[in-house]
């Protein structure tokens, strides 16, 4: 998936393979959570849906509301009139918060939870089994932060998302997590994170503001250069596939030692 508002951007990232084009219009609370982190926090508009829709009529897409509030319905309802696939719910805690969510989607896109509260990931025995669910997304930036964690992939080698998974792939449903940086780059390696998402089986994973470098809005774009990136990822993904039970433990034993060593760092900061 990636992520923009650019209407030239999403046809070129779609040429050039990804699956899903995702629009972010959650504001509320944002700027406080991670206002103080080098995190993309992003300026799109319920004006950007029709505009991206038109740009990508048979593809993919997603756009991202507020969190639960009075204002959710009428949220809801502007988006729908773009037809996006796919609706999805940002901090939520509780169960009833999002049935409450699909219950207003009433099956008009598919209802997709991005589960990044402590409380929310307790509760995800209850939440998988809520009526209208297309699948889930685990959120593992703000995640970390509810649970006071030094690094953003912690619950990955914590065993936290393991488990999580494991109650997910029960319910039936797919799932995605986190984000993915080009092959290569990344204070974990985008190559590596990919390996965790082949193990666990994942789905969906959001490509990182990286994939943008070099690629603004226009005539002067260069979006050759996120179709080879796109590629490269491609490809690493098929030489991943061919990893031996060893392997696949090899490389997820590297995924723990780097977040490991990147916790200590950041922890005597």
């Not at 490269?232 to 490389?251: F, N």
């Amino acid at each position: 998936m990636l992520i923009t508002n650019q209407p030239d951007l999403a046809k070129a990232a779609v040429d050039a393979g990804v699956d899903r084009i995702f629009i972010d219009l959650e504001m509320l609370g944002k700027k406080e959570r991670q206002g103080h982190l080098d995190t993309l926090i992003s300026a799109h508009s319920i004006t950007d849906v029709p505009k991206v829709r038109a740009a990508i009529p048979n593809s993919e897409l997603l756009v991202r509301l507020n969190p639960p509030h009075p204002g959710i319905g009428e949220e809801i309802e502007q988006a729908l009139q773009s037809n996006p696939d796919f609706l999805m719910l940002p901090m939520f805690h509780k169960a009833a918060e999002l049935a409450d969510f699909c219950q207003q989607v009433q099956g008009r896109a598919g209802v997709i939870p991005l589960v990044e509260t402590a409380e929310a990931a307790e509760n995800l025995e209850e939440i998988v089994t809520i009526k209208g669910l297309s699948e889930i997304y685990i959120g593992l930036n703000d995640l970390h932060l509810d649970l006071k964690q030094n690094f953003i992939f912690e619950p990955l080698t914590n065993g936290m998302v393991d488990r999580m998974v494991d109650i997910i792939k029960r319910a039936g449903l797919s799932f995605g997590f986190g984000g993915i940086a080009r092959i290569g780059e990344g204070q974990l390696p985008g190559e590596l994170v990919l390996g965790e998402h082949l193990r666990l089986g994942s789905s969906s994973v959001i490509l990182s503001r990286t994939f943008h470098r070099g690629m603004i809005s226009g005539e002067f774009a260069d979006f050759g250069k996120l179709k080879y990136e796109i590629e490269k990822l491609r490809e690493s993904e098929e030489y991943l596939l061919q990893r031996s039970p060893e392997q696949v433990e090899l490389d997820r034993e590297k995924v723990n030692q780097i977040v490991k060593l990147l916790i200590q760092i950041r922890s005597k900061r």
